[in-house]
Structures are given as C-alpha cells and as structure tokens.
C-alpha cells in the first residue's frame, strides 16, 4: 500500500495524539521512560550490585569458614586429620566445577530463584553437618555447601554484569567485595557460636542465618522481568517512531484518503507486522539488549568451552588459583592447632583478611574499568602475590606468618 497517502489533520491524527500510539517526545513518552522498566547503569543498577554485595558477603565465605567448622567435627565425630580435609576439600571444589551447571540453569529460569535454590542447599548443608549419623553423610553435607554457593555466587555475578556496561568491572568489584565483608564477619561469628553452644546448635545458627538471606534475592529483578518489560518499551517505540515516520512522508503527498480510509489501513499494516516496530528501533537499543539475544544452548556453551584456546587457558588458570587460594582456608585451622596457636588468633587472621579484600576488590575493579590495568594483568598478579604468601606461612611457620600471608592474599586475590 501507499504509506504516503496517510493523511495529516485527520480523525485519526487525533488518535494519534491521544491514543496508545503516542507521538515521540511527548508525555508518554516520559511515562514510558520513567516505568518498571530497568535500564542498564540506572539507579537500580547500583541497588543490585549493593544487594549483590550483601549476598555474596554470605555466600563466598562460606568456603573460608569450612576450616573451622572441619576442625569442631573432627572432635564430634573422632575422625583423623587426612579424612576431614577429604571432606572438607568438597566444599571449594564444587563451588567452581559446579559453575557450567549453573550457568545452563541460569539460562532457562531466573536467577534468583538459582541463588535461593543455592541458599536452601547451603543452609540443608549445615543440617546435614550437624545431625549426620554416620561420615559418609558428612561427605554429602559438604557437597550441599559447595553445590550450593556455586549457585548462589554464579547468580549474583550474573546480576552484576547484565545490569551495567559502562561500569561493569566496578560492579563486579563491588559484589565480591562482599566476600571481604563476609570474611571480616563470619569466622568471629563462628568462633564465638562455638565457644558458647554445642556443634549441633552452632551449625543450626548458620543455617537459619543462611536461609533468612533467601528474602533480599527478590530485590534483584528477574531477567524475564527485565527482558519483557524492555520489549515492551522498545515495540512502543518503535510504532512511535514508525508513526512520527509516516506523518512526515504523508506531509509530502499530493493525495489524500479519507479520515475512514486512513483508520482501517493504517492499524491493518501495523497489526500485520507486528516485528515491524521492533526492527525500527535504534541500534544503540539492541547493543544493550545484545546480551539477552545471544544463543543459549547448551551445545553452543559446550562450543565455547572446547574450541577457544583462550577461553580454555583462562578457565584453568582461574580454577587453579581459585581451588588452591579457598582450600588455604580448609588447611589454615588445622595448620595453626598443631603449631599451637589459639583459635582467636586464626579468626584475627580471617578478619585482617577482610579488611585488605574490601578495598582491594573494589579497587581492582576501578582499574579494570578505566582501562587502567586489564584483568587479565591483574590475574597474573595474583597468582604470584598467593602462591608467595602461601609459601610465607609455610616457611615461617609462626602466627606473624599467618598475618603477613593473609594480608598478602587479601591485597592480590581476584576472584
């Protein structure tokens, strides 16, 4: 059909004017603008990357208390030194080797329904641990933990990285911070629970502390949430602009239709189209929605994971660094007992830990962000600064090397 025959003063450009096909720049526009729509690096983008923060404060910890609790249940249970780290070993193993189941989930249900899944698993853990009849179940208990702070952590990444672009790496910064604030809090808290309860009442303080942690994931919108509401704004735009496009053509046109005419053809051709509106929109629209278009099949994730070298030799790397830095937490209270060293001595060491991590994370995020030094410079970074503090422990083998090395190890670590 002609679309320069849409005439202009008509009935239907009064339709226009006050219907649902608002004109562009106009008040609606400002509604649309100002809705339950969330845009990346918004306002809101900084409430779930604080959200984030809080959450990964419990999450990633968790992994760093399990030294702790190993050394208590190796007294509860009478077992011998080489079969508790067996069974605390699982915790930070499948953190991270759970990751791509994670990852598949959080493609096909929201994340936060991933995250409080995981939250339920660590808190069933922590049950589990506490009333396990026999060790074999202790095994499993601690695989809970694992399974379920992968989870949860994969979640909260997620979220930080969907909702920002221009300031991703601070973002994400900022979320793994948490886990400083989670290592300046936790372990204190642990030590004084078992100091003053029973093991059993203990683990049942940390799992009702976990599972209360459910209730702030509901802050952080859904990707549906985000993904629908965005597709509404853009089609509303889009016949906006569609609209405004067919009113300045029409000004050009030496012919006309009547007003009847013109309101039977023009919502025709719209509801033909309906992808019509959507394919107008801007191309700055779809870079911030590109992340939602991507193909997210498990056979492309697989593609990914065996065909890129890089990919691959940044996977490793990271999971080797990651699996040596979190089972330091597993073996650093066992180590301290036997050299004598009082229990509140090893959580000092965790909270110097935190205080270092805090703005260390953060800062490392900063500099990743202004380009200022890349992420993968500051990997490298890391892994030497852990290795090098690790060996300070061992070598010195005195409480002074547990302060020295922790602080090292809370300055380099990038996770």
Same mark, same amino acid.
């Given at each position: 059909?002609?679309?320069?025959?849409?005439?202009?003063?008509?009935?239907?450009?009064?339709?226009?004017?006050?219907?649902?096909?608002?004109?562009?720049?106009?008040?609606?526009?400002?509604?649309?603008?100002?809705?339950?729509?969330?845009?990346?690096?918004? /306002?809101?983008?900084?409430?779930?990357?604080?959200?984030?923060?809080?959450?990964?404060?419990?999450?990633?910890?968790?992994?760093?208390?399990?030294?702790?609790?190993?050394?208590?249940?190796?007294? !509860?249970?009478?077992?011998?030194?080489?079969?508790?780290?067996?069974?605390? *070993?699982?915790?930070?193993?499948? /953190?991270?080797?759970?990751?791509?189941?994670?990852?598949?989930?959080?493609?096909?249900?929201?994340?936060?329904?991933?995250? %409080? !899944?995981?939250?339920?698993?660590? #808190?069933?853990?922590?049950?589990? =641990?506490? $009333?396990?009849?026999?060790? $074999?179940?202790?095994?499993?208990?601690?695989?809970?933990?694992?399974?379920?702070?992968?989870?949860?952590?994969?979640?909260?990444?997620?979220?930080?990285?969907? $909702?920002?672009?221009? #300031?991703?790496?601070?973002?994400?910064?900022?979320?793994? %911070?948490?886990?400083?604030?989670?290592?300046?809090?936790?372990?204190?808290?642990?030590? $004084?629970?078992?100091?003053?309860?029973?093991?059993?009442?203990?683990?049942?303080?940390?799992?009702?502390?976990?599972? @209360?942690?459910? /209730?702030?994931?509901?802050?952080?919108?859904?990707?549906?949430?985000?993904?629908?509401?965005?597709?509404?704004?853009?089609?509303?735009?889009?016949?906006?602009?569609?609209?405004? @496009?067919?009113?300045?053509?029409?000004?050009? *046109?030496?012919?006309?239709?009547?007003?009847?005419?013109?309101?039977?053809?023009?919502?025709?051709?719209?509801?033909?189209?309906?992808?019509?509106?959507?394919?107008?929109?801007?191309?700055?629209?779809?870079?911030?929605?590109?992340?939602?278009?991507?193909?997210? #099949?498990?056979?492309?994730?697989?593609?990914?994971?065996?065909?890129?070298?890089?990919?691959?030799?940044?996977?490793?790397?990271?999971?080797? =660094?990651?699996?040596?830095?979190? *089972?330091?937490?597993?073996?650093?209270? =066992?180590?301290?007992?036997?050299?004598?060293?009082?229990?509140?001595? !090893? #959580?000092? %060491?965790?909270?110097?830990?935190?205080?270092?991590?805090?703005?260390?994370?953060?800062?490392?995020?900063?500099?990743?962000? @202004?380009?200022?030094? *890349?992420?993968?410079?500051?990997?490298?970074?890391?892994?030497?600064?852990?290795?090098?503090?690790?060996?300070?422990?061992?070598?010195?083998?005195?409480?002074?090397?547990?302060?020295?090395?922790?602080?090292?190890?809370?300055?380099?670590?990038? /996770?």
């Amino acid at each position: 059909m002609e679309v320069s025959s849409y005439p202009v003063d008509s009935t239907y450009s009064w339709v226009v004017a006050t219907g649902k096909y608002t004109a562009v720049d106009s008040t609606y526009s400002w509604v649309v603008a100002t809705s339950k729509h969330v845009a990346v690096d918004s /306002i809101y983008s900084w409430v779930v990357a604080t959200v984030g923060c809080i959450l990964f404060s419990l999450t990633m910890p968790q992994a760093r208390i399990i030294g702790i609790i190993l050394v208590e249940m190796m007294n !509860v249970y009478n077992i011998d030194e080489q079969t508790g780290l067996w069974i605390a *070993s699982l915790t930070p193993v499948l /953190i991270f080797a759970i990751g791509p189941v994670a990852g598949y989930a959080l493609t096909r249900v929201q994340h936060r329904i991933v995250g %409080a !899944v995981g939250m339920v698993l660590i #808190s069933s853990g922590y049950v589990l =641990l506490a $009333y396990a009849p026999n060790i $074999y179940l202790l095994y499993i208990a601690t695989s809970l933990v694992g399974v379920g702070v992968g989870f949860s952590f994969s979640s909260l990444i997620w979220a930080a990285t969907v $909702y920002f672009e221009k #300031s991703k790496a601070t973002a994400v910064g900022l979320v793994t %911070a948490g886990a400083g604030i989670g290592t300046l809090a936790l372990p204190p808290l642990c030590r $004084y629970l078992f100091d003053n309860f029973t093991y059993q009442e203990t683990l049942l303080a940390m799992a009702a502390i976990v599972v @209360q942690f459910i /209730i702030p994931f509901m802050l952080i919108r859904p990707k549906s949430y985000w993904k629908n509401s965005k597709k509404d704004s853009h089609n509303l735009k889009g016949n906006e602009n569609m609209m405004f @496009q067919l009113s300045e053509e029409a000004n050009k *046109s030496t012919t006309s239709l009547s007003s009847k005419t013109a309101e039977a053809v023009i919502p025709q051709q719209i509801k033909e189209d309906p992808d019509h509106a959507q394919r107008k929109c801007s191309v700055s629209t779809e870079n911030n929605s590109s992340d939602l278009g991507t193909d997210n #099949s498990l056979k492309s994730m697989l593609k990914i994971f065996l065909t890129d070298k890089m990919f691959l030799t940044f996977l490793v790397s990271s999971f080797l =660094l990651i699996q040596a830095f979190t *089972s330091g937490f597993a073996v650093f209270p =066992l180590y301290a007992e036997e050299l004598g060293i009082a229990k509140h001595h !090893v #959580s000092t %060491a965790f909270v110097i830990f935190g205080v270092i991590e805090i703005p260390g994370k953060i800062l490392q995020g900063v500099l990743a962000n @202004q380009k200022l030094v *890349s992420a993968l410079f500051q990997l490298g970074v890391s892994s030497i600064g852990a290795g090098c503090s690790i060996l300070l422990a061992a070598v010195w083998a005195k409480k002074e090397a547990f302060y020295v090395s922790f602080l090292f190890l809370g300055s380099y670590i990038y /996770i």
